[in-house]
């Protein structure tokens, strides 16, 4: 009797123990992810922006889970080896996507095949620093409202600027359904090709990076009629946005984290969550600060909401002016 009671006794602890681990791991996020390295694709070259706002959220990252987090640049086909490279992985969370909407820009148009169906939402990383319209510096506009009132006056008359079939296409094509002016549009892919474009007289206005924009402005090379952004950037308090002069004209770019479809959503929940602390991490917010980018934190149904919006918007534009 002596010897079954200290079996019993001893299979009793062994149970309580195994339920007490398991309890334990069931509540710790490191039990739903991650579990092993981290792979962050990113689908441009090693030194752009993309690139360099991707090592930003990936030390972070690193610094906030305890775990080894890599960035694996990989710009082929456009960025479209990239995104199969997420797509067909293990929806684990372990693979990752670090890339802008033009992802959405891609599918729209055609050059990327799959949906916004095919990927799981996760989070938004940063947003890129605001975008202006700028001009020459003896344009006859002084803000984006004169510039709309004159083009529509003059229907073709005015070029634009932009990279056929990309973001640039789209934000153009919002500017002139929006305003229901006509533009001429000029292949100019590069910030550096639309400066000395402008600068050259072979196109009206383009659009730019709010802190080259404020040099060249300061330098007497340009005039800024408007900020794209929706909402004013409080370091260049001397741009108004579009939307504030009257003319919708305002594109958001959001750095966002997809993984493939099918992921658990408690691991989803898991990386959003692992997010949060980009708003209190000192390091982040100093990075953040030089290059005049933020971060907002958004719940994982907050982002699923931004994504369908822009994938709405996207397709909507693509197919009112015909960009295939």
């Known amino acids: 009797?002596?010897?079954?009671?200290?079996?019993?006794?001893?299979?009793?602890?062994?149970?309580?123990?195994?339920?007490?681990?398991?309890?334990?791991?069931?509540?710790?996020?490191?039990?739903?992810?991650?579990?092993?390295?981290?792979?962050?694709?990113?689908?441009?070259?090693?030194?752009?922006?993309?690139?360099?706002?991707?090592?930003?959220?990936?030390?972070y990252l690193q610094r906030e889970i305890?775990?080894?987090?890599?960035?694996?640049?990989?710009?082929?086909?456009?960025?479209?080896?990239?995104?199969?490279?997420?797509?067909?992985?293990?929806?684990?969370?372990?693979?990752?996507?670090?890339n802008h909407t033009g992802i959405i820009v891609q599918?729209?148009?055609?050059?990327?095949?799959?949906?916004?169906?095919?990927?799981?939402?996760?989070?938004i990383a940063?947003?890129?620093?605001?975008?202006?319209?700028?001009?020459?510096?003896?344009?006859?506009?002084d803000n984006i409202r004169e510039f709309v009132d004159d083009a529509a006056k003059n229907p073709g008359k005015y070029t634009i600027g932009i990279s056929l079939g990309g973001t640039t296409h789209f934000i153009a094509g919002m500017l002139m359904e929006n305003t229901g002016i006509e533009l001429k549009l000029v292949e100019a892919s590069s910030e550096v090709d639309k400066v000395a474009a402008i600068q050259g007289g072979h196109i009206t206005i383009g659009n730019l990076g709010v802190t080259s924009a404020q040099q060249y402005e300061e330098a007497g090379k340009m005039k800024v009629?408007?900020?794209?952004?929706?909402?004013?950037?409080?370091?260049?308090p001397q741009f108004v946005p579009a939307v504030d002069q009257g003319v919708n004209a305002s594109w958001i770019a959001p750095l966002c984290i997809w993984g493939p479809k099918g992921m658990d959503p408690a691991v989803v929940e898991a990386?959003?969550?692992?997010?949060?602390?980009?708003?209190?991490?000192?390091?982040?917010?100093?990075?953040?600060?030089?290059?005049?980018?933020?971060?907002?934190?958004?719940?994982?149904?907050?982002?699923?909401?931004?994504?369908?919006?822009?994938?709405?918007?996207?397709?909507?534009?693509?197919?009112?002016?015909?960009?295939?």
């Open 107 to 123: 599918m729209a148009t055609g050059r990327y095949e799959y949906t916004m169906d095919d990927f799981t939402p996760v989070a």
């Open 1 to 59: 009797m002596k010897k079954s009671g200290a079996v019993l006794l001893c299979l009793l602890t062994a149970v309580f123990f195994l339920n007490a681990e398991g309890s334990q791991e069931s509540g710790s996020e490191k039990a739903v992810w991650p579990k092993g390295n981290v792979q962050i694709i990113v689908p441009a070259k090693a030194g752009g922006g993309t690139d360099i706002n991707a090592r930003i959220f990936a030390e």
């Open 271 to 324: 990386i959003n969550a692992a997010t949060k602390n980009m708003l209190t991490d000192k390091t982040v917010q100093e990075q953040l600060d030089k290059m005049s980018e933020t971060f907002k934190y958004r719940t994982v149904a907050e982002v699923e909401e931004l994504l369908k919006k822009e994938e709405e918007k996207i397709t909507t534009l693509a197919n009112k002016l015909n960009i295939q």
């Open 126 to 141: 940063q947003s890129y620093p605001p975008q202006v319209y700028g001009v020459a510096p003896d344009a006859p506009w």
């Open 225 to 236: 009629l408007c900020l794209i952004d929706a909402d004013p950037a409080p370091k260049f």
């Open 66 to 98: 305890g775990s080894p987090v890599v960035v694996v640049n990989q710009p082929t086909a456009g960025g479209t080896v990239a995104y199969e490279q997420v797509r067909t992985a293990k929806p684990d969370g372990m693979t990752l996507l670090f």
